[in-house]
């Protein structure tokens, strides 16, 4: 997983059970306003209050006042604090590690996230000091700050945190071990031994990140042997890792796990099977597909997306029936690899009515992107959703897919869903009001209100009736 330096808003993101694409992955972060508590948890920290005026500021030394306002500009969380902070120039450095020194969190994110920035020798031992503060969230900022550079934490200090007790610092320090293709052997070894945690989300973090680091005919009679571990997290890291790797000589490894008793080792198996998209996958994946068990048929599934298109069609249209809506989600988002075949509108138009709002909202989405693309040149746009979709949209119960199916409308036949857009107007409310307005304002080019009695006399103005 590419390594990102992390805004001020953190969010913590769960990957699937399977195999999937090193850019599907996030990074595993907390929310910023944490603070260490007296028990060893997280609490809200508070904030540190800006200097009391008394009216004397026009008399304080200019540089102090810069640097108090771009220091409490970090402690409040201000999107701007990072510029303010660069704008000291040689003071920049002390602002900074007086934040990464505070009980603040907000403050202490602020500076991490800052301080890339800066051209410091100080900036990999700050971060380092980091790895020591009591919230993960900080923790787990830190290691995505020394993957992303230029200031980098030891290798020595990666490999540590690979046993943090939380499970965002674990996975995190695998992304960076990854970013960074740490060679060492220690480090290798250790990723390696992080294949069987107990967390999925760690596991999935250093699968890619062995990849990377691991020297494959080195490493995979390893592999082979914890594909016999009788704990099932360490069968199924391995598989993951042998997923990433896609070896030609990995593959009836992985196919032996097929039949392993864990479900999730099986789902595992049979996405990493999906990563090599030749015809011996699509036998493979196949008889799973009506398998018993949601997970191992929701990864099937989404293999489908991976195998070559000819051969899973109608795989997919038949999956399209499963009983499951997270199993139709994947086959639906599948679909959008057959956009040159007329049947896939067809079906796309009557999954536009599925029971699952989850499925409906992919379903718009598809739709949209496959719009797009037939409106391109030498594109093909199938006739029939403009009404299908203007269809639904009457009569859809959920806010945020109305808003999904007004963009797929537009893309439909902009100017034809002009007046479409207009009449709902009135009564739209939430994601679907921004949604009408924004699309009315982008196709008209005009910037009225939302205010359905203006749009109309605009429009009955633009267009008068013969």
């Known amino acids: 997983m590419k390594s990102k330096l992390l805004p001020l808003a953190l969010v913590a993101a769960f990957a699937s059970a399977g195999c999937r694409k090193k850019s599907e992955p996030v990074v595993h972060t907390s929310a910023p306003t944490e603070a260490p508590g007296g028990d060893g948890t997280s609490e809200p920290g508070p904030a540190e209050p800006a200097e009391p005026s008394d009216g004397t500021d026009e008399a304080r030394d200019p540089r102090e006042v810069a640097m108090e306002t771009a220091y409490q500009s970090l402690v409040t969380g201000d999107d701007g604090a990072p510029a303010k902070v660069v704008a000291l120039g040689a003071d920049a450095l002390a602002i900074l590690e007086r934040a990464l020194e505070s009980q603040n969190v907000v403050a202490v994110l602020g500076a991490i996230q800052t301080l890339p920035l800066l051209a410091t020798e100080r900036g990999g031992a700050l971060l380092e000091a980091a790895l020591a503060n009591t919230a993960a969230s900080v923790r787990a900022a830190a290691l995505d700050a020394s993957a992303a550079g230029p200031h980098r934490v030891p290798v020595a200090k990666l490999v540590e945190a690979l046993a943090d007790a939380e499970i965002e610092v674990r996975a995190t320090a695998c992304d960076a071990l990854g970013t960074g293709g740490v060679k060492e052997a220690a480090a290798v070894a250790a990723v390696f031994a992080r294949l069987a945690d107990e967390d999925p989300v760690v596991r999935t973090a250093c699968a890619a990140a062995f990849a990377v680091m691991a020297t494959p005919s080195e490493w995979l009679p390893k592999l082979a042997t914890q594909l016999e571990s009788p704990k099932a997290e360490g069968r199924e890291g391995a598989v993951r890792a042998l997923g990433e790797l896609k070896l030609a000589e990995g593959f009836d490894f992985i196919r ?211």
């Open 256 to 466: 032996g796990r097929l039949a392993d008793p864990d479900a999730s080792v099986v789902a595992t198996a049979l996405a990493a099977i999906g990563r090599y998209a030749d015809e011996p996958s699509v036998r493979e994946v196949e008889p799973f597909l009506k398998d018993e068990r949601r997970s191992v048929r929701i990864e099937a599934a989404a293999a489908l997306a991976r195998l070559p298109a000819a051969s899973v069609k109608n795989l997919v249209y038949e999956v399209l029936k499963d009983r499951d809506a997270a199993v139709r989600i994947e086959a639906a988002a599948a679909l959008g690899r057959f956009g040159d075949d007329p049947e896939t509108f067809i079906r796309l138009h009557a999954l536009l009515r599925d029971e699952e709002a989850a499925v409906r909202d992919i379903t718009a989405l598809v739709l949209e992107e496959l719009l797009v693309a037939g409106n391109r040149p030498g594109g093909t746009s199938p006739t029939g959703s403009f009404s299908a979709i203007s269809g639904r949209l009457a009569d859809e119960p959920d806010d945020g897919v109305r808003a999904r199916l007004v963009v797929a409308l537009s893309a439909a036949d902009a100017q034809r869903a002009v007046p479409v857009f207009i009449d709902r107007l009135a009564a739209a409310k939430g994601q679907e009001g921004t949604a009408l307005l924004v699309a009315l304002r982008t196709t008209t080019g005009q910037s009225l209100p939302m205010d359905a009695v203006q749009w109309r006399a605009w429009y009955d103005k633009a267009h008068p009736t013969p």
